[in-house]
């Protein structure tokens, strides 16, 4: 399953230039790990850093200005950096499969003279066959929604294309329109878009002919942030299987309805592991409704009759369904939540943490990344899952890894908790 191996984010909001892990320029850079997470104070720019996930998702999905008024987000001019002019700037580097070439994809928004957000620039880029160091060549060049594009899987004309501008291009654009293109470009297109706020990767991901951006696509469709909310989770959806949990919460009933539908013996499996899992619980199963609707029962222990869903507590609620999400037969790529140990007891994290660790390291599994504020969760990590951001004196955040810092790691060797050494103070700064 594909991985992000590093990502880098310039201009949003807090993180002025921030990156996790290896970049194509930084491959001395350890890669991310399966299971990250990122702590730090109140306001350094956690929220941001996933927000950053869900930026790059919703302008896949939506288009980049959609994507810049979304979830609250304000627009572009509250999203960019204060002070700053530039683009917004994203840079994720990802692998496939442990043995594919990585990738790295870029992503520029900015906006034009009437104040409107458009794709500035875009591109993927992959190294050749055996190429092991130098400039990974382009198969994606767009700039304003104008570039070229390479078919198939492989890439055998390099471009200099690390300008903001196309003219190191236009010439082959050009031949290529007249026909007089060389051999190697006439594995080219040129490609012009006819909204240049629409990402290029969202029109020719659909096309066969384009495969290593089909699968970039879907890699970035199939992230799951977590906005899981417990009042979401307590309503009645309408009837009708649902394959996967969405990021609210609210169709838990339907992914349960799904999987009893689909997967019968192993939706009793789930449910009764799941109940072992949760502190008070004797037994969860279902119950139909007369129009349909699967409800969820929970056998309370000390208690003859079970309670629904509508009844449970917020913390057992959400302990279920990031449990459920977990047991996801086809799961996402990437796992992205936001403070998971809101409305959970505190002896409950350790257990969290290990089916998370579990799920990223099954195959097939979830990468998961997290941010947290709780020592005990982090107690449960290791030095190198863990990325400290904090907030320099201009009023930008930096980030770290823990596992950089020499005497945090022989402290863990002396088998401190990560999360113990956090309280205090050891990994960041006094």
């Known amino acids: 399953m594909a991985r992000i191996e590093g990502f ?18 930084k491959q001395d850079f350890q890669t991310l790990t399966s299971m990250t997470a990122v702590i730090g104070k109140n306001g350094v720019g956690k929220s941001s850093l996933f927000d950053a996930f869900g930026f790059v998702a919703d302008c896949l999905r939506l288009g980049v200005e959609e994507a810049c008024d979304a979830r609250g987000r304000g627009g572009f001019a509250r999203i960019r950096s204060q002070g700053q002019t530039g683009p917004l700037e994203f840079e994720i580097y990802y692998k496939e499969d ?33 190429q092991k160091s130098g400039r990974p060549f382009s198969f994606l060049i767009l700039n304003s929604g104008q570039g070229l594009v390479w078919k198939g899987e492989f890439v055998s004309q390099q471009i200099d294309d690390d300008s903001t501008d196309l003219s190191d291009i236009f010439p082959l654009m050009e031949a290529l329109r007249k026909g007089e293109a060389t051999e190697e470009g006439r594995e080219t297109e040129v490609v012009e878009l006819e909204d240049k706020r629409r990402l290029g990767i969202a ?12 699968a970039f696509r879907r890699f970035i469709e199939g992230w799951y942030l977590s906005y899981f909310t417990p009042d979401s989770a307590r309503s009645l959806p309408m009837a009708g299987p649902q394959k996967h949990l969405n990021m609210h919460g609210d169709n838990l009933g339907n992914v349960v309805q799904f999987m009893e539908r689909e997967h019968p013996k192993r939706l009793k499996t789930i449910l009764d592991q799941i109940a072992k899992k949760i502190p008070g619980i004797r037994r969860i199963d279902t119950e139909r409704t007369a129009d349909g609707r699967l409800l969820l029962r929970f056998n309370d222990q000390g208690f003859r009759e079970p309670f629904y869903a509508q009844q449970m507590s917020d913390g057992t609620l959400k302990m279920f369904a990031y449990l459920l999400l977990l047991e996801d037969p086809t799961p996402p790529p990437f796992l992205c939540i936001e403070e998971p140990e809101n409305g959970l007891y505190h002896k409950l994290l350790e257990t969290l943490v290990t089916e998370f660790r579990n799920h990223s390291n099954r195959r097939p599994g979830s990468q ?9 969760l982090v107690d449960g990590l290791k030095p190198e899952e863990v990325w400290i951001l904090e907030k320099g004196i201009d009023g930008f955040s930096t980030l770290r890894r823990a596992s950089d810092d020499p005497i945090v790691e022989n402290l863990v060797a002396e088998e ?12 960041e700064g006094r």
């Open 8 to 25: 880098k984010i310039r201009n949003f909001r807090t993180l002025r230039d921030v990156s996790l892990g290896r970049l194509w320029n």
């Open 98 to 130: 442990g043995n594919s070439r990585p990738i790295t994809y870029e992503l520029f928004v900015d906006v034009d003279e009437e104040g409107r957000p458009y794709v500035l620039k875009e591109r993927l880029r992959q190294r050749r066959s055996g």
């Open 203 to 214: 029109t020719l991901g659909s096309l066969k002919q384009h495969p290593r951006i089909s």
């Open 368 to 376: 998961v990344f997290i941010t947290t504020h709780q020592p005990y």
């Open 416 to 427: 401190l908790p990560l999360g113990s050494l956090w309280y205090s103070d050891y990994l």
